[in-house]
């Protein structure tokens, strides 16, 4: 199946909004299967939004609108899909009732547009909308020909329409006959940048052709590998996957850490769970942008202690005992304060594992040895986060420390965001390495 993707609203094309709806949808279209063969951003016109569903349908069996649906005069798309499929916009009233009672338990005032809100075209189903006011819809156009029109309108607030998206939207796709005619994999790495992930994946023609696809996607979080098969077969199509994954997974798999959705900071939870390890960060750089990721997981606080954000050097002292000496011989970012960092943070807050980020985020700051773009991660690890490693008899009950410098770029925030992932990918690989009893660099 094909589908089209129009996104509406002014701020998109006056650039004060990102478009980040249609990458999204794009995603998770394609994971079922589903082949979005074009994106149009277009303005609140009504004009223009009848001209892009009569082209969208030409060539597409589903088109997805996102805005346009708030009480707003400037909010037409549902006005516009109504006349389009010559449907009346009719007050639903359960749909009303749920609005207001949205707003009463939110202690609003009700809008005086209430009754807009609550208005569908007649004949579509309503896409529940479990964080918002303004429903998604769905259409199942008949048609005097053969050809199939899907219609789903959706919010143009991302959080909004994702939920409607995965509660509702979903199932109605996944489950109508026919669909796949391609199919997709994911396979989630990290620690490797694009070009030399390329490299170490090496020649793949004896498997890849017009029928079996594999794209580098690079993100702030690694680098994802799509692997596409378009076969109307599904099963011909999973065993061709399942042979391109095992060749990457063979010569690339340390860096492979997720499928699918999987998000490092998911995987690295789930791995401290599973060991029952504890981990607490110390952030300079970053400014608590690790601790973030990691609390973005539901049940975190299974594992995560807590953090400190040390960005001043009387914070490295007094909350994770950086001794100002240190601080004055090498400076904040080096090796010796990121793993002070690490073993002071782990200490304090008592946890198995602590790790620390310090750096030079940019755009000013940098040094001939020390430019925009480095970073200093650290990690400190105690099986017995009470013990005391100084008095132990067992060579293996002792704290290990270990740090890594590594150099980004130039860009503030993606330094930033770049130097989480590090760290989280460096917990990662360090807890795995304590599961074969083989510490990396141990002191």
């Not at 394609?30 to 009569?54: H, N, P, W």
């Not at 809100?117 to 004949?123: D, K, N, R, W």
């Amino acid at each position: 199946m094909k589908a089209h993707l129009l996104t509406i609203g002014d701020e998109l094309l006056l650039g004060q909004t990102t478009n980040t709806n249609a990458a999204w949808l794009g995603e998770e279209l394609s994971l079922l299967g589903i082949r979005v063969t074009r994106t149009v951003v277009v303005g609140d016109d009504a004009a223009a939004i009848r001209r892009e569903l009569d082209r969208a349908y030409e060539e597409a069996s589903l088109v997805i609108t996102t805005g346009g649906l708030g009480p707003t005069h400037d909010d037409v798309t549902k006005t516009v899909v109504a006349d389009y499929f010559d449907r009346p916009l009719r007050v639903d009233d359960r749909l009303r009732a749920q609005i207001e009672a949205t707003y009463r338990r939110r202690d609003r005032d009700l809008p005086a547009e209430v009754a807009a809100l609550a208005q569908i075209p007649e004949g579509f189903d309503i896409l529940d909308n479990p964080v918002g006011t303004a429903p998604g819809l769905w259409y199942d156009a008949p048609s005097p020909t053969d050809r199939t029109r899907l219609l789903a309108v959706l919010p143009g607030v991302p959080q909004e329409m994702k939920n409607i998206v995965r509660a509702s939207l979903r199932p109605k796709l996944r489950d109508r006959p026919g669909l796949r005619d391609v199919t997709h994999r994911t396979l989630q790495t990290t620690g490797i940048g694009e070009s030399d992930l390329q490299a170490t994946v090496g020649d793949l023609s004896d498997l890849l052709d017009a029928k079996l696809q594999l794209a580098y996607l690079p993100s702030t979080s690694g680098v994802r590998l799509r692997l596409t098969a378009y076969h109307a077969d599904p099963d011909r199509a999973e065993a061709r996957l399942d042979a391109l994954e095992e060749r990457l997974r063979d010569r690339a798999g340390r860096y492979i850490f997720g499928t699918g959705t999987d998000t490092l900071e998911e995987v690295l939870g789930t791995l401290l769970r599973r060991r029952s390890l504890t981990l607490a960060t110390a952030e300079s750089a970053t400014g608590g942008l690790v601790g973030s990721r990691i609390t973005d997981v539901p049940g975190s606080s299974d594992y995560y202690v807590g953090g400190a954000v040390t960005y001043a050097y009387s914070a490295k002292e007094d909350l994770v005992d950086v001794p100002h000496e240190m601080l004055m011989e090498g400076g904040a970012v080096c090796e010796p304060v990121a793993v002070q960092m690490a073993r002071g943070v782990r200490r304090a807050l008592g946890a198995h594992i602590g790790v620390s980020t310090t750096g030079v985020a940019g755009p000013t700051g940098g040094s001939d040895d020390k430019p925009v773009g480095t970073v200093w991660i650290g990690f400190a690890f105690h099986p017995d986060p009470d013990a005391e490693d100084s008095d132990a008899d067992d060579p293996d009950a002792e704290e290990r420390t270990y740090a890594r410098r590594l150099q980004f770029v130039e860009d503030r925030q993606l330094n930033k965001e770049l130097f989480a992932t590090s760290a989280l990918e460096m917990v990662r690989r360090q807890v795995l390495r304590t599961e074969t009893s083989t510490a990396d660099s141990p002191r």
